[in-house]
């Protein structure tokens, strides 16, 4: 299942009772397989998460707790937007998954593009228009895509 693939991918064994225990001769490998436990808990699918093994890519959580339960529920309606198209265009404009779970706004990919992805979350989060937003991922991804050319 999926505990014995993160245990091959990360080259640990993870023992889980009450708690989930992560044991590697591989720093790297534990943190790893740390991270992709933390990323399916946020509601990331397994494969989704397993990205996390590739060390381009990293695992951001953006907090909503500071937001009343209410507000909370609202912030979360904002960043997934209608019929889920606001979560939908952040992925798309950067390569990212997006998960809206519980009290967190969770974005994994390669460093530079969930960096884009928190910017974009966080504007709607700070009550941006959504068509403001979207106008701002597509500034920026176009700008990226010219540096790597």
């Known amino acids: 299942g999926i505990k014995k693939r993160i245990e091959k991918i990360t080259d640990t064994e993870i023992t889980i009772d009450d708690d989930a225990k992560i044991e590697g001769e591989d720093s790297v490998g534990v943190m790893t397989a740390k991270n992709i436990i933390t990323a399916i808990g946020r509601g990331f699918a397994p494969d989704d998460a ?28 904002r960043v997934i937007g209608t019929k889920g198209r606001a979560r939908k265009l952040i992925e798309q404009f950067t390569g990212c998954d997006v998960s809206v779970y519980g009290d967190t706004v969770s974005i994994i990919g390669g460093w530079e593009s969930v ?23 597509e500034k920026e991804s176009s700008k990226s895509k010219n540096i790597s050319l």
């Open 50 to 77: 397993m990205k996390l093994s590739d060390s381009e890519n990293v695992l951001d959580i953006i907090s909503l707790k500071d937001f009343s339960p209410k507000k909370r529920l609202l912030q979360k309606a």
């Open 115 to 137: 960096n884009l992805a928190k910017q974009a979350v966080e504007q709607l989060l700070t009550g941006r228009s959504h068509a403001a937003v979207y106008k701002f991922l």
